[in-house]
Nanobody
Framework: QVRLVESGGGLVQAGGSLRLSCAAS??????????MDWYRQAPGKDRELVAS???????NYAESVKGRFTMSRDNGRNTVYLQMNSLKPEDTAVYYCYSRRDTTWGQGTQVTVSS
């Protein structure tokens, strides 16, 4: 089985930055051939796709975060990252990473942006 563990969340003021990490592990892990996603879910809202990265490191972003968030991957460390700059209060949510190959979710990390 594959396990995903997110970290890096916290409380930050509007305009600040955070870097989320998602570390993958497990006996069936084939990280380098799995596209990965970051999702977020705010209270009372549906989970939404924030960013994606392909096995060739091509990235795509939701319109709401374009120009502010950057997703990257380090296959040597089996880790994906989400660099979040110019944070806004509406970015407040629990952030989850997702492995498409393994259809596995992490437990989530809370990001809170104060105004």
């Amino acid at each position: 089985q594959v396990r995903l563990v997110e970290s890096g969340g916290g409380l930050v003021q509007a305009g600040g930055s955070l870097r989320l990490s998602c570390a993958a592990s497990g006996s069936t892990l084939r990280f380098s051939i799995s596209a990965m996603d970051w999702y977020r879910q705010a209270p009372g809202k549906d989970r939404e796709l924030v960013a994606s990265i392909s096995i060739r490191s091509t990235t795509n972003y939701a319109e709401s975060v374009k120009g502010r968030f950057t997703m990257s991957r380090d296959n040597g460390r089996n880790t994906v990252y989400l660099q979040m700059n110019s944070l806004k209060p509406e970015d407040t949510a629990v952030y989850y990473c997702y492995s498409r190959r393994d259809t596995t979710w992490g437990q989530g990390t809370q990001v809170t942006v104060s105004s």
